[in-house]
């Protein structure tokens, strides 16, 4: 998943969107995605149901700003790998800053007080009369890397190695073993302590596996035997890869080193799995690598203009190739943020799909190993190899053909399924549903269930919250009083562990202080300058009324106290169309002073207490708070809107302070809000289904159009676009304009083509 940001205020929006492969292609299975916003005790905050489409799938989720300060966890699945286990789940961690929390948490100092270190004998086991290469891994008792040093010790006298820590608490170092010796490692930790850990043991007689050398065209591999010449003549490597790729290669070893090497290019781009298997199939040594054919997407972003003046515009140009140099075709997001009040995420497309989905265990900061190819970062990387397991299956269920229990049904549609109660076959009784989608389109559907009384309907791809009216007829059309039961997702019950490691620590840092501090002056500089300052009273708290819970449930940031407000939610009018001028014809004869009507060209003509300009002027129209003309106000149907304000002028947030005739605020229905729909059937039972969720369009300012002062612009995602596509010249042209803060930006852009190659680019300017 690509979000926008990885750190935000509460009362911002996470902007996202998913990729989803399969076998190192565009996934053809689900089509069914399901994001889900939790906090580190697996509380849920949103729940998203996407539909997936050409392998991906695109959301916004509005952050309460009463969530506390602390990580969360964003999880995205299909119900079909939930019957996998959980690591394959995707997850990845956010950092959310309550604006009225006085206490950075992230600033709270954690002492580690133990600390630990790993051994990984490459191949797996410690082999006499072999030179070992041992890999380790340090970390503190949260889980997170430490730097260290030490000595290995034989029988606990002679230094016969030394250690010290590469990257992220990893290292290696050689050693040549005897079976009759005692190795002990005394490492030396941050705190000046100092651990006498003992090596695994060494066998007398085993078959051992290293990597000797790697170019770009091949990989050299030995491997080393001690025991009966006939013990291990025969063997079998296999080369397994997660897309689906298995190639075996039968040898004859000798006793003693042996040494063979493989083309690169018979493999993918990713993680290959070595193993070594003898006559009766049972694992000797087995090897993680990484193979790099430099294939991926190439990106190149280039900076046409370039300013950071406040409200400025800039144009950049997005270029797309593959490893031939030639323009691709691809879909693209893009995020571009204020560098200085956002951070770079630790997983991108790449580093996810490519390493860290296939490993157990946590990562420290994935995207690390991808930012170029340098040799460095390439040794570094197969440090990450030789810690760490791979985690999608284990040989010995593979053998013994083991089969899993498969709970969850690939979903490739929609279904709405129930069963009618009591039911018998010879009643030859159907089920009559009055389908009321979000955007008031009726749909009447009758089914006939099976000879249990199950009824499905299949390929329901509506959005939102629907109302079903339904009533079980029999044969001769008559109503009959059985009761219909629908069935629940099971999906919608899935919990989650908690990661112990967020738990712990905060890994994300806060806001920006200087940043929030400004926010809360701009926040409260509103207030004051839309009223006086009164002495302090006490007041009880009192019950929100309905009206109230709908204003406080979705406005945002454009606050007045000054608006008609009227609620179609526990006020619901008729259905009105776009045709009978839809929410501007049910404001008509409402408010005090406004007029409005309808010309004969079709336009409309707008007054307020009989002000007009010289030529006809609109409100200034909102939806959800975002900027939008007047004919997208009234294209929304009527039992769509769950909140209608009109802000007469001046007012504070609007283009002009709202010009001669004001604001009209339009908020549409979300999760939790009554639904109401219109039957002409009496006697109809109603049942609420949730289709797939309501997503929003990023709101991009452009302030070319809007010339005069604004409330201070103090946006942290400047641009974001879910939905780039290239040109025949693998080109984008991308506009966008500077907050009134931002003096750097941060772009990242995550690429996926047709044939699942992937692609990957940050830059700061």
């Not at 770009?216 to 491997?223: D, N, P, Q, R, T």
């Not at 112990?500 to 940043?515: D, M, Q, R, V, Y």
């Amino acid at each position: 998943m690509h979000t926008d940001q990885s750190v935000y205020l509460g009362g911002q929006t996470i902007w996202y969107k998913a990729y989803a492969l399969a076998y190192g292609k565009p996934s053809l299975l689900s089509k069914i995605l399901y994001v889900r916003l939790s906090d580190a005790n697996s509380k849920l905050v949103k729940q998203d149901m996407l539909s997936l489409k050409s392998s991906t799938a695109y959301g916004n989720i509005d952050l309460p700003d009463s969530l506390p300060t602390g990580s969360y966890h964003l999880r995205a699945f299909t119900a079909w790998m939930l019957n996998f286990d959980e690591d394959g789940i995707y997850r990845q961690d956010i950092y959310i800053q309550n604006i009225h929390d006085t206490v950075n948490r992230a600033s709270i100092a954690h002492t580690a007080k133990t600390y630990h270190i790993n051994f990984f004998p490459e191949g797996g086991d410690l082999v006499e009369g072999d030179i070992c290469n041992i890999a380790f891994k340090a970390t503190d008792e949260d889980g997170l890397p430490v730097k260290v040093y030490g000595d290995v010790l034989e029988d606990n006298k002679k230094p016969v190695a030394m250690l010290v820590t590469v990257h992220d608490g990893m290292g290696s170092f050689e050693l040549e073993t005897y079976a009759n010796a005692n190795y002990n490692v005394q490492v030396h930790f941050p705190d000046s302590s100092v651990q006498q850990i003992a090596l695994p043991k060494v066998k007398k007689t085993g078959v051992s596996m290293r990597i000797i050398a790697s170019t770009a065209a091949e990989l050299e591999v030995k491997i080393a035997y001690t025991g009966q010449p006939e013990e291990y003549k025969n063997i079998i490597v296999a080369a397994v890869q997660n897309n689906g790729l298995c190639t075996t290669y039968p040898l004859q070893l000798n006793r003693g080193i042996n040494v063979f090497s493989f083309k690169k290019n018979n493999f993918s781009t990713g993680m290959l799995r070595l193993t070594v298997f003898d006559e009766r199939v049972l694992p000797l040594a087995e090897r993680i690598v990484y193979i790099n054919n430099n294939d991926q997407l190439s990106l190149l972003l280039n900076k046409d203009t370039l300013a950071f003046d406040p409200k400025s515009k800039n144009v950049f140009t997005l270029n797309l190739k593959d490893n031939h140099d030639q323009p691709v075709k691809a879909n693209l997001s893009l995020a571009v943020t204020d560098a200085n009040n956002s951070s770079e995420p630790d997983d991108n497309i790449c580093s996810y799909f490519l390493m860290s989905s296939e490993l157990h265990g946590y990562i420290h900061h994935p995207a690390y190993y991808f930012k170029n190819n340098s040799d460095t970062l390439q040794k570094q990387l197969d440090l990450v190899m030789l810690t760490s397991g791979w985690r999608h299956f284990k040989w010995d269920t593979v053998l013994r053909d083991k089969a899993g229990s498969l709970k969850y049904a690939v979903e490739r549609t929609l279904i709405v399924a129930g069963k009618i109660e009591n039911y018998h076959d010879k009643d030859n009784l159907k089920l009559n549903m009055l389908i009321t989608n979000r955007d008031s389109s009726k749909k009447l559907i009758m089914i006939e269930p099976d000879s249990a009384g199950v009824f499905i309907l299949k390929d329901y791809a509506g959005t939102g919250t629907a109302n079903i009216s339904y009533e079980v007829m029999n044969k001769k059309n008559r109503r009959q009083a059985l009761k219909v039961t629908f069935f629940k997702r099971d999906i919608d019950t899935v919990h989650f562990m908690t990661d112990a490691l967020s738990g712990l620590i905060e890994k994300k840092p806060g806001i920006n202080k200087t940043f929030l501090d400004s926010v809360k002056i701009d926040r409260k500089g509103r207030f004051i300058s839309k009223g006086i300052t009164l002495k302090t009273v006490n007041i009880k708290a009192k019950e929100l009324s309905p009206t109230e819970i709908l204003i406080k449930n979705h406005v945002r940031h454009l606050e007045t106290d000054n608006a008609y407000t009227f609620d179609l939610v526990n006020n619901p009018p008729p259905p009105l169309t776009s045709n009978d001028g839809g929410v501007i014809a049910y404001l008509q004869g409402k408010i005090p002073g406004l007029q409005m009507f309808q010309k004969a060209d079709g336009t409309w003509h707008f007054a307020y207490h009989g002000q007009s300009s010289l030529h006809d002027t609109l409100p200034v129209c909102y939806i959800d708070e975002a900027n939008v003309g007047l004919g997208d106000l009234i294209d929304i149907p009527i039992t769509e809107i769950a909140l209608v304000r009109f802000a007469p002028p001046p007012v504070w947030f609007a283009p002009l302070n709202g010009g001669f005739v004001g604001a009209i605020l339009v908020y549409t229905k979300r999760f939790g809000d009554e639904k109401y729909s219109y039957s002409n059937g009496k006697g109809f039972e109603h049942y609420t289904f949730n289709s797939y969720s309501v997503t929003r369009e990023f709101p991009s300012p452009d302030y070319s159009v809007i010339k005069h002062n604004q409330a201070v612009d103090y946006r942290t995602t400047l641009y974001w676009n879910h939905d780039l596509g290239t040109d025949d010249h693998g080109n984008i042209k991308i506009h966008f304009y500077n907050s009134d803060k931002a003096k750097k930006y941060r772009a990242i852009i995550q690429a996926m083509d047709a044939e699942g190659r992937i692609g990957y680019l940050k830059e700061e300017f």
